[in-house]
C-alpha cells in the first residue's frame, strides 16, 4: 500500500518520483500525527458543545470562554494542518506536491496558531493573577504576546532569507516567554491548594521540559545549521523581497528520511503534547467559578486585607478631600 500523491514538476516546484510507501519510516510517521490531530479536533468539538452550550459565570465569562474556544480551535486546526501537509520551512521540503504545502500558506497558518497558543495562556496568567492580586502573573500575561509577535518575526525573516540565525533567536524568544510564563505559575501555586495546585505543578514540569527541550535541542540544532552554512560558504542567502517570491512558488518534494530526521522530534511533540496543552487551558479557564474554594487559607486571608486597607486608605482619602474627618472605625 502506498499513498498516491505524486510529486509534479515545474512552476518552480522541486520534485521527488514515486510515491510514499507506507515501506518508508516517514509514512509511519505521518500517519501518527494525522491519527493524533484527528482525535485533537474531535476533542475539540467536543469541548465546543460542552462548554459553548453551558456558558459559566457572567455574560463576560460567557465571552471569555467563547475567546479561548476560538483561540484553541486557531491552534487545534492550525496544527493538524501542518500535520496533514508537513514541510520544513528553510529547506522548502514538504511530503506531498500541492500548494497547499508551499511555504507562504503554512507559515502564515502557523503564525495564527502560535499567536493564539500564547495569547491562550496570556488569558490564564492573567485570569489568576487578577484572582489572586498576583503582579508576576499579571505582568508575564502582557509580556509574553509581545514577545512572540517579535520572535515570528524572526521566524519569517529566517524562511524568507534562508538563515537558520534568526531560527534559533526565534526560539529563544520562545523559551523567554515561556520562562516567564513558568515564573507566573511559580508564583500562583502558594496561592491554592488541591487539584489546582497539582494543576498548576503539571503545567510548571511541563514547561521545564519544553525550556529543556529548547535549550539542549532546538536551539543548538539551528546554531549548528547556521555555522555549517557558514563553514560551507557557499551557500548563498536571499533577500527578502527573492525570499517571498521563492516561498510563494519553490517546494520541494522529498521521501528521504535523513532530509526529515532534523524536523521528526520537534513537529512529533509540537503536534501532539503542546496543542493537549492548548485544550486544556480552555478546560481550566471554563473551571473560574470553581477556583476561589482551592485558594489557601492564608492567601485568602492576605487577599482580605490588603482590599481593606485599600478600601480603608480609600476613606480616608476622600474624607481629606471633602475637608472633614475620617469615620471613628478608619482612625
Known amino acids: ?4 500523491w505524486q510529486a509534479r514538476s515545474g ?30 479536533i474531535a476533542v475539540w ?10 456558558p459559566t459565570g457572567s455574560p463576560g465569562s460567557t465571552s471569555g470562554i467563547e ?16 500535520s496533514f501537509l508537513p514541510r520544513a520551512d528553510v529547506q522548502r521540503i514538504c511530503l506531498f506536491d500541492t500548494w497547499l504545502s508551499s511555504v507562504v500558506v503554512g507559515r502564515s497558518v502557523a503564525t495564527v496558531a502560535e499567536l493564539s497558543f500564547v ?6 496568567l492573567h485570569q489568576l493573577g487578577t484572582m489572586t492580586g498576583a503582579d508576576t502573573a499579571l505582568n ?19 524562511v524568507l532569507t534562508t538563515h537558520y540565525l534568526h531560527n534559533a533567536i526565534e526560539n529563544s524568544l520562545w523559551a523567554v516567554a515561556f520562562f516567564l510564563v513558568g515564573v507566573g505559575l511559580c508564583r500562583l501555586l502558594p496561592e491554592f491548594h488541591g487539584p489546582v495546585r497539582v494543576v498548576l505543578a503539571v503545567a510548571i514540569t511541563g514547561i521545564v521540559a519544553y525550556l529543556v527541550f529548547l535549550v ?10 547556521w555555522r555549517a552554512d557558514v563553514a560551507g560558504g557557499n551557500k548563498l542567502l536571499l533577500r527578502p523581497l527573492e525570499g517571498l517570491r521563492d ?3 519553490r517546494w520541494v518534494v522529498t521521501h528521504d528520511l535523513a532530509e526529515w530526521k532534523g524536523e521528526i522530534a520537534w513537529m512529533s511533540l509540537y503536534f501532539s503534547a503542546a496543542v493537549w496543552a492548548s485544550l486544556a487551558l480552555c478546560v481550566f479557564y471554563s473551571l473560574e467559578d470553581y477556583l476561589p474554594r482551592y485558594r489557601t487559607e492564608a492567601a485568602v486571608a492576605s487577599s482580605s486585607s490588603v482590599a481593606l486597607a485599600g478600601a480603608s486608605e480609600q476613606h480616608r482619602v476622600l474624607a481629606v478631600r471633602g475637608g472633614g474627618q475620617a469615620p471613628d472605625f478608619i482612625r
Do not use: K
Open 1 to 4: 500500500m502506498s499513498l498516491q
Open 11 to 40: 512552476s518552480g516546484s522541486g520534485s521527488e518520483s514515486g510515491t510514499l510507501a507506507w515501506s518508508n519510516p516517514l509514512a509511519w510517521w505521518w500517519g501518527m500525527l494525522t491519527l493524533v490531530s484527528g482525535a485533537n
Open 45 to 54: 468539538l467536543l469541548l465546543y458543545r460542552e462548554l459553548h452550550e453551558q
Open 67 to 82: 475567546l479561548m474556544l476560538l483561540l484553541c480551535a486557531a491552534y487545534v486546526f492550525g496544527c493538524a494542518f501542518r
Open 119 to 124: 495569547a491562550q495562556w496570556a488569558i490564564i
Open 140 to 158: 508575564a500575561a502582557w509580556v509574553i504576546v509581545p514577545l512572540i509577535l517579535i520572535a515570528e518575526c524572526f521566524s519569517w525573516y529566517a
Open 216 to 225: 539542549t535541542i532546538d536551539v543548538p540544532m539551528y546554531l549548528s545549521r
Open 247 to 249: 516561498v510563494c512558488t
